[in-house]
């Protein structure tokens, strides 16, 4: 019994990852769209071509955003599948963390893989590249949800990372 419960809870993560991952791939792949932004895809070029932000161009966005992605176009080549692959990977974790919480809050399995894949058609997908407002819902969203861990369980660190993320 605990064994197939076990090889169901892995079977849940890796198919959220996968999904997650697919589904926002699949909606940056469509093509340019007026909510898509290319500041992020600018400036972190302009950081791999030993450009400086505030220093040698002008931002009117935080810091974060451009130098993570910047570090997947180090990795991937700077093309716009480096640019949704950001997104993507957001995606998958927001979906698996989401995850995570809803089973230690002990949700029905069903319910949580549920609630877990409409967050991850929900969240990211919406503009499936890297956007600022995005990164920082999400950001938020994991500290609260190490909030909820910290009030749970009373472990310091939730609480710190509660603190770093925010």
């Known amino acids: 019994m605990k064994i197939s419960k076990a090889i169901i809870s892995i079977s849940s993560y890796i198919f959220l990852a996968f999904f997650a991952f697919f589904i926002n791939y699949w909606t940056g792949s469509r093509g340019v769209f007026p909510i898509d932004t290319f500041v992020h895809f600018d400036s972190a070029a302009r950081i791999l071509n030993n450009e400086l932000p505030v220093r040698d161009y002008w931002i009117v966005h935080g810091l974060f955003v451009d130098y993570l992605q910047s570090i997947f176009f180090k990795v991937l080549g700077i093309n716009w ?76 660190y939730y609480l710190f990372l509660t603190i770093i993320i925010l």
């Not at 002990?106 to 990164?135: G, K, Q």
Request: net charge positive.
């Open 81 to 156: 599948q480096a640019y949704i692959i950001h997104g993507s990977i957001f995606n998958s974790i927001i979906a698996i963390f989401s995850f995570k919480i809803f089973t230690i809050f002990r949700i029905n399995l069903v319910y949580a893989f549920l609630f877990s894949m409409c967050i991850s058609i929900l969240a990211y997908p919406v503009s499936a590249t890297p956007f600022l407002d995005l990164h920082s819902a999400f950001l938020s969203l994991f500290a609260m949800y190490f909030l909820l861990l910290f009030v749970k369980s009373n472990k310091s």
